[in-house]
């Protein structure tokens, strides 16, 4: 049993916090946000993440996870100190450092005994001698402590899942010593430990989310390519992951990736290396596809309609950046809504669980109840999270319900031809239909000629 104290309690510090405290540690997290903090004393979750609730109800009956504001309560008997606050994208694109020197100019302030503080923020490299500086410069009296690297791994929508089996943990630091220490807290979840150089682990967090962003990219530029040419991208991407070197996962063509995390990385990585006098050419690349994948699906809506969305009804479904979660940071539907918008539609949307979220943060929609709504009196639908809700919604009465029966599926969920049978005009992404019922490109247009033939 090891006594930890956990700064910031969003989607990170929160589902850290907790999976330690049921892992037998003793565990306070401590967020500046009072009613979160409220929320949680009183046993509401304040993001919604899959089994998050019952861990955290477990853990404070256990009497071995508790919230505060207080950093001087969250610090009282720690020996280890994880910062996860936020770290967004500034103007420029660089990550806002803001609220980690906040905390590392508290956690310095409050401190008295020895620490190991833990940066589980995702931040540039070089952040972690950054957070030692400070922390030296703002104690009141020097007392030891360490600062560890340890980004994090898990994803939304699985977190708790990804935090209790992760595939490697990553500890950086100049002292080695207390770098064991913080791997020791991982150990009894029996993954492999990579234990490394502070400024090393940092870049690790920021490779392995650009890497995963670039595959998207590199999917989403097939899926046009296949799209012109009359190829359909979920085979190609079944066909490509069957190779072991390449694998299944992350090859799935859409709408772009979004959320919290890998637009404001990918672009923080490319500002980094823009600062010091590099041209960051493939990271570029995949943010402008990104833009890209995003920005079609208005132009295919349009060109479905005759060319004009001016006074047309859209449906969407889904809000949230992926499946499973609330959070609809850089959801690629704020992009699609907005686009709509701009171009005189009038849209209505509907998420399983984003809504609120969404009533806050987005004008120009009309949210209704459920997705039968969103269907009603449409001139078109499109689908934006692969919500499991969505998978079997009875599409005869979808159909019938709309005004004209178009369908722009941005996550290819559905079986193209299953649609085209209960009278669709289809599109997914990539899927190389380039007529109504003209499956894989045999119209005269997909088949000519490519350039240098
Ligand atoms: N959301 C995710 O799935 C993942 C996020 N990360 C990284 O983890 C970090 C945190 O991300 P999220 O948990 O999503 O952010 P979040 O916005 O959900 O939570 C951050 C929390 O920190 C609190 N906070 C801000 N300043 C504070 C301070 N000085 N003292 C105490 N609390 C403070 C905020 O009130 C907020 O509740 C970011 O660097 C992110 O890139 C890493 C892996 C996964
Ligand atoms: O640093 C972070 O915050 C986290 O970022 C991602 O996790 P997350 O953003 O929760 O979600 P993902 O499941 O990775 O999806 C990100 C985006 O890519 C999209 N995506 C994902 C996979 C795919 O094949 N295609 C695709 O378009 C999703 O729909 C979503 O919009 C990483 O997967 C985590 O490892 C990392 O810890």
């Known amino acids: 049993m090891k006594n930890i104290c956990v700064i910031g309690s969003g989607y990170v510090g929160l589902v850290t916090g907790t999976c330690f405290s049921d892992l037998g540690n003793k565990v306070v997290t ?7 903090i409220a929320k949680l004393n009183q046993g509401v979750m304040p993001i919604y993440e899959p089994g998050l609730e019952e861990l955290v109800e477990r853990n404070v009956k256990a009497g071995r996870l508790s919230f505060t504001t207080s950093y001087e309560e969250g610090l009282k008997d720690a020996e280890f100190v994880f910062i996860c606050v936020g770290t967004p994208s500034a103007v420029d694109g660089e990550a806002d450092l803001k609220y980690v020197r906040s905390a590392a100019e508290t956690i310095a302030q409050q401190m008295d005994h020895p620490l190991v503080i833990i940066n589980k923020s995702t931040v540039p490299v070089g952040t972690g001698d950054w957070v030692a500086d400070i922390v030296s410069r703002m104690q009141p009296e020097p007392i030891d402590f360490a600062v560890v690297s340890c980004p994090e791994f898990l994803r939304e929508g699985s977190a708790i899942t990804d935090f209790m089996n992760p595939d490697r943990n990553v ?3 100049t002292d080695q010593e ?3 220490k913080v791997a020791g807290l991982y150990s009894a979840l029996g993954a492999p430990a990579v234990i490394t150089d502070i400024r090393t682990a940092e870049m690790i967090k920021y490779a392995s989310n650009a890497f995963l962003a670039t595959r998207i990219s590199f999917i989403n530029e097939i899926s046009i390519i296949c799209e012109r040419l009359g190829a359909d991208v979920t085979e190609v991407a079944r066909g490509m992951g069957l190779d072991k070197r390449i694998g299944p996962h992350f090859l799935q063509a859409g709408v772009g990736y979004g959320g919290s995390c890998f637009p404001k990385d990918v672009k923080a990585l490319a500002n980094m290396a823009l600062t010091h006098g590099m041209h960051p050419q493939l990271l570029n690349a995949v ?5 890209f994948q995003r920005k079609q699906i208005a132009t295919k809506v349009r060109e479905l309609l005759g060319g004009s969305l001016d006074n047309k009804t859209i449906g969407v479904l889904g809000i949230a950046f992926k499946a499973n979660t609330d959070d609809i940071r850089e959801a690629p539907a704020l992009t699609v809504i907005r686009n709509l918008a701009n171009q005189g539609a009038n849209v209505k949307a509907y998420d399983p669980v984003a809504m609120e979220n969404a009533e806050r943060e987005i004008r120009n929609v009309t949210l209704v109840d459920d997705a039968y709504a969103v269907a009603e009196g449409a001139d078109a639908l499109i689908l ?5 809700e969505f998978k079997n919604l009875d599409m005869k009465r979808v159909k019938e319900s709309m005004n004209e029966p178009l369908l722009v599926d941005g996550r290819n969920l559905y079986n193209p031809d299953d ?4 009278g669709f005009v289809y599109r997914g992404v990539g899927r190389g239909y380039n007529g109504e019922g003209v499956p894989n490109g045999h119209s005269d247009e997909a088949m000519a000629p490519v350039a240098g033939d």
């Open 384 to 388: 934006l999270t692969d919500w499991n």
């Open 419 to 422: 649609m085209r049978k209960f």
């Open 30 to 36: 401590v967020d500046i946000d009072e009613s979160k």
């Open 287 to 291: 943010m402008d596809i990104n833009d």
């Open 178 to 180: 207390a770098a064991e």
């Open 171 to 173: 500890f950086g630091s």
